[in-house]
């Protein structure tokens, strides 16, 4: 009796805590400073302005990690760059070519980035496209992945190499797939400027937020029968169409059901160790 006692005393607290942690992860999150350490400011906060009304909807913290919200699901932000106004998207160095989801579809109806996004694609065995005038040979890369930080691009295209470099991928049809040239393997990458002279590339997707206040409602684009929407305008044109399924390694994963099960048996454990 006097054990039992002990238990729920103990449990208490326990299902305290439990109960607020899923009532503030339910809820609307409130503005913070921080997620993470990624540092949140306007115009990703609540302001008068109405595109930055538009853009706090933009981003999503959970479990102080931040993501992009699209109409796909969400995809983990590794920076923001608020004096360029643009946010990096963080991929896996070598996705499979099942799971492409093409950067301009992510960034269609933004304004592009300062530099342009790129892609490398691994392994294609198919190089007859309509877009090979855009693909260029690059070296210094292992079978699936930089082996430095920098990707050295050969002139010479017709000498046969197991990775392609698109260097703008605006330049590309949004509706491009690795798959089109049977690739097995790609990585996302963004071009940036490293001292004066020196351009090299980066691991990730970079999508631009400099809308200005004076240009017309960017939602009007998805009205549009073949307007310039893409999924993360959509997904803030259209919060009902929004998906929280986190996008990682080409699955989708559910973070609240990762706590939840990991909280739960927790709980088990501790019930289980009292009760011997």
Do not use: W
């Amino acid at each position: 009796m006097q054990s039992s006692k002990t238990l729920l005393h103990f449990l208490k607290p326990l299902l305290l805590m439990v109960n607020l942690f899923f009532t503030t992860s339910i809820a609307r999150d409130a503005p913070t400073s921080f997620c993470g350490k990624i540092q949140i400011q306007a115009p990703f906060l609540n302001s008068n302005s109405t595109v930055s009304s538009l853009l706090r909807h933009m981003i999503q913290c959970k479990s102080q990690k931040l993501y992009f919200r699209t109409s796909l699901g969400l995809f983990p932000v590794s920076s923001i760059n608020y004096t360029s106004k643009f946010l990096t998207i963080s991929h896996p160095p070598c996705s499979s070519s099942v799971h492409y989801v093409s950067p301009s579809l992510l960034s269609a109806g933004f304004p592009s980035p300062p530099q342009p996004n790129s892609l490398l694609l691994f392994n294609c065995s198919n190089r007859t496209h309509p877009m090979s005038l855009f693909f260029q040979n690059c070296n210094s890369f292992h079978a699936c992945g930089a082996s430095s930080s920098q990707v050295q691009v050969q002139e010479q295209p017709q000498v046969p190499r197991s990775c392609l470099l698109v260097d703008d991928l605006d330049k590309l049809d949004v509706g491009f797939d690795p798959k089109d040239l049977k690739c097995s393997h790609y990585s996302h990458l963004h071009r940036y400027l490293a001292g004066d002279n020196y351009e090299g590339y980066e691991s990730g997707t970079r999508i631009s937020f400099d809308v200005p206040d004076h240009v017309p409602n960017p939602c009007n684009e998805c009205e549009k029968p073949n307007g310039n929407c893409g999924v993360g305008l959509r997904c803030i044109c259209h919060p009902q169409e929004c998906k929280n399924k986190v996008i990682s390694m080409g699955r989708s994963v559910d973070p609240f059901g990762n706590v939840l099960f990991s909280l739960i048996s927790l709980i088990f454990v501790i019930v289980s160790f009292f009760c011997l």
